[in-house]
């Protein structure tokens, strides 16, 4: 995810700047710059690399300077270089960064080229500074322009200019992409995160969407959509400066499990406008590439292929499509069949796994139509391997027992879900409520996570146990897979998930008094069938633990501890939301064992080895 961070002080910018991009780093990126006023106009740097590649070009030539803007990139038009790079400019006058797609970017270049503009860059970020010049020679001012130019562009944006002819002061425009202002005094910031800007503010202005801004060190104005001036409060952040370490919490998995209302916001940021999916996010080809996709083949390992196993569930009930899911172990050593048009997709936290990788070479040596990568790291060799890519933007995950790279990853493939699924008949109206349901998760993961202190309560229960069953249907079947591996990798509980269905087919055998048996419970067609299947797991003796919908009634008594959601969750928002009780449940388990939470043993974080 592209990072922003800009400011007009009374003192130098520019280390503030550097720094932010610096804490900006996690999300991942493949060049930096940043641009800066002086007495003579704009002077910019930019490098291709990391951050660390663009500090050193500022040893060798010191910048200096009162206002400023910079940005760390990951490339979507261009392929990476430091021309492509952010801050553009256009002419000496204009500079500005730009996080988001504008994908009416084509026909507005066109446009410049017959006005005689022209172009060093394949971005659509040099396409808006262009516009903005163009607009500025007919406009009252930076601001006039900016607004003028936004009015033309589709797509999602955060934008940050600024104006030689108007030092001093950045004007902000919003539309799909987050962007902050930091106030402080004599002096204000603008970032795309809020952690950007901690070592120098906690108070922070929050942009609606549609919002101009215009900051100078003396004060902000904002304006919406129709030009009216507004007020936007000022909040101050909890977060300390130094938000990589474990800050309140115990541990880096609880800590984890707690950032995914963030996390799964950020995977979600830029990638939606007016209700749609915006194809561009996948990549340039991606519009192209869904548009002859005529099935699915995922491979991943591990966590990420429950991801799958659900990603299978949604494109075949909203795309009708056939989609296979295989373990890349497995994969990579049989002969496959390549479907006509189809798209193979690998799933990986760190891009790294040895098996996805191999599998994924495999693929392209097949005959798919193309290759997608959802991963979390954008430098990895499978993201550079594969035609698209699809990042999660988890940041940082410390614990080796996955918890916010798995709630993205199924943010992510429900992203392409809604994408592809619009090239296969999926109407309009059908796309604004599925994108409506993601917008809402990030508040809805926090309501459920209110469930901590009962979930630890609940906890107790297990730990003396040496087995556990989870169950699941549908959907939630991934679910329960994805619950028995998290009790099992930082418990050292042996855990086994079943589709609840199969109970009879054998796993009945092993309920007893002694075997605690978990279970989701959503409001959704399977229900009483996998009431059933719980009447037959209580009639044995076995402990039943049920995570359930509030509108679903479940008798409860000796043996039966029935733990109801906070809210109604509907059914395609129901995989991720009901994850984190299971997730919850093994951290606190596994914390009463005494084990090392974020370092099991005999485990590493990125399996590069086969």
Request: proline share 4%.
């Amino acid at each position: 995810m592209c990072g922003i961070v800009g400011g007009t002080a009374e003192r130098n910018v520019v280390p503030i700047l550097m720094e932010g991009l610096r804490r900006l780093e996690y999300r991942g990126y493949d060049s930096a710059g940043i641009a800066v006023g002086q007495s003579d106009g704009i002077e910019r740097y930019r490098a291709l690399g990391k951050v660390a590649e663009l500090q050193a070009k500022l040893d060798t030539n010191p910048l200096e300077g009162y206002t400023g803007i910079a940005h760390t990139r990951w490339a979507t038009h261009g392929v990476p270089s430091e021309e492509n790079a952010h801050p553009h400019v256009s002419s000496p006058d204009i500079a500005l960064v730009h996080n988001g797609i504008i994908e009416n970017h084509e026909p507005l270049r066109a446009d410049l080229l017959a006005k005689g503009y022209e172009f060093s860059s394949q971005t659509d970020t040099e396409v808006v500074a262009h516009r903005i010049h163009m607009h500025l020679a007919q406009s009252d001012g930076l601001e006039d322009a900016v607004r003028k130019t936004v009015a033309e562009l589709e797509g999602a944006y955060a934008l940050v200019v600024m104006s030689k002819s108007e030092p001093g002061k950045l004007v902000l425009a919003r539309e799909g992409c987050p962007v902050v202002v930091g106030v402080g005094i004599g002096e204000n910031f603008v970032a795309s995160d809020v952690a950007a800007l901690l070592p120098v503010t906690r108070k922070f202005m929050f942009l609606d969407e549609g919002d101009i801004a215009v900051v100078t060190r003396d004060g902000v104005v904002i304006s919406d959509s129709a030009g009216k001036l507004v007020k936007r409060p000022i909040t101050e952040s909890e977060l300390s400066a130094d938000a990589v370490d474990r800050g309140k919490f115990r541990h880096y998995m609880l800590k984890e499990i707690y950032e995914q209302s963030r996390a799964v916001a950020d995977t979600l940021a830029e990638r939606i406008a007016d209700g749609r999916v915006l194809d561009a996010a996948l990549g340039p080809t991606a519009a192209e590439v869904l548009a002859k996709t005529r099935a699915v083949q995922i491979v991943a390992c591990g966590t990420s292929y429950h991801a799958g196993l659900i990603a299978r569930y949604w494109i075949e009930e909203h795309c009708g499509i056939p989609c296979r899911v295989e373990i890349a172990s497995e994969y990579r050593y049989r002969k496959v069949v390549v479907p006509e048009g189809g798209l193979f997709i690998t799933i990986s936290q760190s891009g790294e796994t040895a098996d996805t990788l191999a599998a994924l070479r495999k693929a392209k040596a097949s005959g798919y139509l193309a290759t997608l990568a959802v991963c979390n790291v954008p430098e990895s060799s499978l993201v550079r391997e594969s035609e698209l890519a699809l990042m999660t933007r988890a940041g940082p995950e410390i614990g080796v027992a996955s918890t916010k790279a798995f709630t993205t990853q199924l943010a992510a493939l429900a992203l392409v879900t809604i994408a592809l699924a619009r090239h296969n008949g999926m109407s309009a109206e059908q796309e604004r409520e599925l994108t409506s349901q993601l917008v809402e998760l990030p508040r809805l993961i926090d309501q459920v996570l209110t469930l901590d202190d009962q979930i630890k309560a609940l906890s107790g229960q297990f730990a003396e146990h040496q087995h556990a069953l989870f169950l699941g249907r549908g959907s939630q079947n991934p679910v329960a897979m994805e619950g028995a591996l998290k009790l099992k990798e930082i418990s050292y509980i042996h855990a086994e998930a079943y589709a609840a269905g199969e109970l009879k087919h054998g796993p009945l055998a092993l309920v007893d008094e002694q075997m605690p048996i978990v279970t989701v419970a959503p409001d959704d067609d399977l229900l009483e069938k996998l009431k059933s299947n719980l009447q037959e797991v209580r009639a044995r003796g076995g402990q039943l633990f049920v995570f359930a919908d509030p509108e679903v009634h479940f008798e409860e008594g000796d043996g039966v501890h029935i733990m109801h959601m906070p809210t109604h969750i509907k059914a395609f928002q129901a995989p991720i939301l009901y994850t984190i009780p299971l997730q919850l449940l093994s951290y606190h388990v596994a914390v009463l064992k005494g084990t090392d939470v974020d370092q099991p043993r005999n485990l590493a974080k990125s399996v590069t080895v086969e």
